[in-house]
Structures are given as C-alpha cells and as structure tokens.
T-cell receptor, first 110, second 120 residues
Framework: ELKVEQNPLFLSMQEGKNYTIYCNYSTTSDRLYWYRQDPGKSLESLFVLLSNGAVKQEGRLMASLDTKARLSTLHITAAVHDLSATYFCAVTRGSEKLVFGKGTKLTVNP | DAGVTQSPTHLIKTRGQQVTLRCSPKSGHDTVSWYQQALGQGPQFIFQYYEEEERQRGNFPDRFSGHQFPNYSSELNVNALLLGDSALYLC???????????????????FGNGTRLTVT
C-alpha cells in the first residue's frame, strides 16, 4: 500500500530564512504532486514531478524528486508571510488513487 | 472555463440523517474522485467514478456511496451520519488517459472548493 510521510508537520520560520520540507513515500510511484492549502480553502496545485532528478521552481518555491530514495523536497527560499499555508505532497501510480501526506503547516513570521 | 464546482458550500446535519453532496467536473474531464479531509489532516480518498461506475474505493464504510451521471457530474451520499463524518469533502476531476506505453493514468486532479459538512 502506498504511504506518504511528510516532515516536519509544523514549521514556524522567520521572513527571509530558507527551509526544506521533506516527503517520503513507501513504494514506487510515477507522479508526485505538491499542493498548497490556505485555511478553509481547497487545494491549489503547485508542482507535478514525473521523473528522477526532476526539479521545478516557481517563485520562492523549488521542488525536487529522487525516485531512488523515494524522496521529494520542497525548498523555500527567503520566506515571506504570503507563503504561510499548509503544504501537501501526494503520490500516485498509474490510474490509482492519489495518496496524500498529513501536510506541513508553515507559518512565516515577520 | 468553469473549474470544478461543488454544492452546497456548507451543510449542517444531525446524527443519523442522510446527506447528498454534488460535484460538476471541469469541462473536458470524465473522471471524478471524492476525498474527505478532517480538520488538520490530509485528504483521504473515498472513491472514484469513471464511465458512471465506481472504479476505485478507499477504506470507507458502505454508508458512503456515490453516483456519476452521463454528463460526468457526480454525487456523494452519506447515510446514518456520525459525528466523525464532520469534515471538508473535496471533489476532484481529471481525464482518463493512455500513455505512450499503453498504460492508463489520470491527468492531474483539479479540486473544487469543497463542501464543509458539520454533523451535530
């Protein structure tokens, strides 16, 4: 059964600092997604990673994938308050269901 | 181009009652998946519908049932509501695709804004 673990679950950081969120998954998958969720809102797709070594960047966020280690990272550069949200990684295989991690609640303090 | 739309946005029900939630997929999508997200948790897969049939199901009791209509819209029904059913219910749509190697997969999911169900 495909399982996804994220850490940390809670992250409080200062504006301007860098940090990384980690996502491990248990078995082979062929697509990994990162989503953002604001309180009371739905899920916003950030990145989809398909292959080993894939790296995608959007603004202050950069996601990477190591399929051999079954690990993805979401790196935050020079955090700003607007990045405060909960970030989820999710993996899937073929047409199977999307399995989510528990999420990382990020709070960026001034 | 309308995205995934869900109704209602909020709902309050009493234990033992039944509820129906509705979802219209994004234009061009033929597959609908339903997720339950309890407070502070990640979304949990309930089931997926394709061609009006339940294609996959997560670990949810038979009290949770669904339907997909010919226009690809979908309903989620929950019977005999429990307090623990209180959650945000998310609908997601996608397209069923075939890769170059012939394997099936789904296009990236597009999520609706969800229905917040409170059971008292």
């Amino acid at each position: 059964e495909l399982k996804v673990e994220q850490n940390p679950l809670f992250l409080s950081m200062q504006e301007g600092k860098n940090y990384t969120i980690y996502c491990n998954y248990s078995t082979t998958s062929d697509r990994l997604y990162w989503y953002r969720q604001d309180p009371g809102k739905s899920l916003e797709s950030l990145f989809v990673l398909l292959s080993n070594g894939a790296v995608k960047q959007e603004g202050r966020l950069m996601a990477s994938l190591d399929t051999k280690a079954r690990l993805s990272t979401l790196h935050i550069t020079a955090a700003v308050h607007d990045l405060s949200a909960t970030y989820f990684c999710a993996v899937t295989r073929g047409s199977e269901k999307l399995v989510f991690g528990k999420g990382t609640k990020l709070t960026v303090n001034p | 181009d309308a995205g995934v739309t869900q109704s209602p946005t909020h709902l309050i029900k009493t234990r033992g009652q039944q509820v129906t939630l509705r979802c219209s997929p994004k234009s061009g999508h033929d597959t609908v998946s339903w997720y339950q997200q309890a407070l502070g948790q990640g979304p949990q897969f309930i089931f997926q519908y394709y061609e009006e049939e339940e294609r996959q199901r997560g670990n949810f009791p038979d009290r949770f049932s669904g339907h997909q209509f010919p226009n690809y819209s979908s309903e989620l029904n929950v019977n005999a509501l429990l307090l623990g059913d209180s959650a945000l219910y998310l609908c997601a749509s996608s397209s069923a695709l075939i890769s170059g190697t012939g394997s099936s997969y789904n296009s990236p999911l597009h999520f609706g804004n969800g229905t917040r169900l409170t059971v008292t």
